[in-house]
């Protein structure tokens, strides 16, 4: 046996973060990201429009809370997706019954009003420091 044989850095899996899962994530969080600063740039045009000004205050209390009002969205999303939910669901309004790919897609769809709306918080965090 040799010696790189014996440390097993061959079988060792690697440290740090895979590029592969950095550029997954990179395209996951596109769109959002995307969304979230149109949305900002949205409410800015809005209340200038409307109080002739930028009040910074103003600004900063409508971005946190309009993201949490998508937080609460998507936590809506992945509840609505439950076996039990969904099967209350079924039993009064007549839903389709849950499935394994449907709670996978509510998830995936509620990751990303998550990822939007922690942007938007962010965002405000951001303005009201300045």
Excluded: C, N
């Excluded at 899962?21 to 409307?50: C, E, N, Q, W």
């Excluded at 937080?71 to 499935?99: D, M, N, Q, R, Y």
């Excluded at 709670?103 to 939007?116: C, I, L, M, Q, S």
């Amino acid at each position: 046996m040799s010696g790189s044989d014996r440390d097993g850095s061959r079988d060792a899996p690697r440290a740090g973060v895979s590029s592969q899962i950095v550029r997954r994530s990179l395209l996951y969080a596109k769109k959002p990201v995307i969304v979230a600063f149109i949305i900002t740039l949205l409410d800015l045009v809005g209340i200038v429009l409307v109080a002739r000004t930028i009040p910074r205050t103003t600004l900063v209390l409508v971005l946190f809370m309009e993201g949490s009002i998508g937080l609460i969205a998507g936590a809506a999303i992945v509840f609505s997706s439950t076996p039990s939910i969904s099967k209350i669901g079924e039993v009064t309004i007549g839903t389709a019954s849950w499935s394994k790919k449907a709670e996978k897609h509510a998830e995936k769809v509620a990751g990303k009003w998550f990822v939007a709306s922690s942007v938007i918080i962010l965002t405000g965090f951001a303005l009201s420091m300045i």
